[in-house]
C-alpha cells in the first residue's frame, strides 16, 4: 500500500510539474533550414509545390493507416481525416516572388506556417520556415522545444530527395 501511495505522489508530481512548466514555455516555436540545390528555380519551385500533392509531410502516411485526404476546392491544398491524427486542413499560396506559403491548421485551431523562398536562378537558395503557434496548447508547447529534433531530419530527407532528383536529371540532359 504505501508503495502505490508513493507511486501516486511521484505521478501527482510530474503531471504538476508538466502543467506549470509548461505554462511559461513559448507558445510559437521556428525551424529554419537553408540548402542549396544546382537546379533552375522554376524546377526547384515546382518539386516543392509536389510535396502538397503528396501531403507535404509523408509522416502523416505511417502514423496513421487510417487517414484519407481529401482536396480543397480551390487546389491549392487539403483537408486531412483520421482516427489517430484527428482533422486538419493546409492551404498554400505561390507569391508574387514565387516564395510560397502554407497555413495549417489542426482540429479546427491554427496551427503552423510554413514559408519556401527561392534565391538565385541556378543554383538556387532555397530557404524554409516553419513556424508552429501553440497557442495555449501545453502538449504542442512542450513539443515546440523538440522541433527541430523531431522535424529537422525528416525535413533534410525531403530536400535531399528533391536534391537527387533535380541534380541528377540535369546531369542526363
Do not use: C
Given at each position: 500500500?504505501?508503495?502505490l ?6 505521478v501527482?508530481?510530474?503531471i504538476?510539474?508538466?502543467?506549470a512548466v ?9 525551424l529554419?533550414?537553408?540548402?542549396t540545390i544546382?537546379?533552375?528555380a522554376?524546377?526547384?519551385q ?15 502516411n505511417?502514423?496513421d493507416t487510417t ?8 487546389g491549392n ?9 484527428a482533422?486538419?486542413?493546409c492551404?498554400?499560396s505561390?507569391?508574387?516572388d514565387?516564395s510560397?506559403w502554407d ?6 485551431q491554427?496551427?503552423?506556417e ?5 534565391d538565385g536562378?541556378?543554383?538556387v537558395k ?5 513556424t508552429?503557434n ?9 513539443t515546440n522545444l ?13 530536400i535531399a530527395?528533391i536534391?537527387a ?6 546531369l542526363k540532359n
Open positions: 500500500m504505501k508503495f501511495k508513493v507511486l501516486g505522489m511521484i501527482l508530481a510530474f504538476v510539474l508538466f502543467f509548461g505554462t511559461f514555455l513559448p507558445k510559437t516555436a521556428v529554419e533550414k537553408d540548402y544546382a537546379a533552375p522554376g524546377r526547384v515546382d518539386a516543392v509545390l509536389d510535396l502538397y500533392d503528396s501531403h507535404l509531410w509523408p509522416i502523416w505511417t502514423e487517414i484519407t485526404f481529401t482536396p480543397l476546392q480551390s491544398g487539403y483537408r486531412w481525416e483520421g482516427s489517430s491524427v482533422f486538419g486542413e492551404v498554400y505561390v507569391g508574387v514565387n510560397i497555413h495549417i491548421s489542426f482540429r479546427g491554427d496551427m503552423a510554413t514559408l519556401w523562398r527561392f536562378d541556378d543554383p532555397l530557404r524554409m520556415t516553419f508552429v501553440a497557442g495555449k496548447n501545453l502538449g504542442a508547447r512542450w523538440f522541433l527541430g529534433t523531431m522535424m529537422g531530419s525528416e525535413i533534410d530527407h525531403i530527395g536534391k532528383k533535380l541534380e541528377n536529371d540535369g
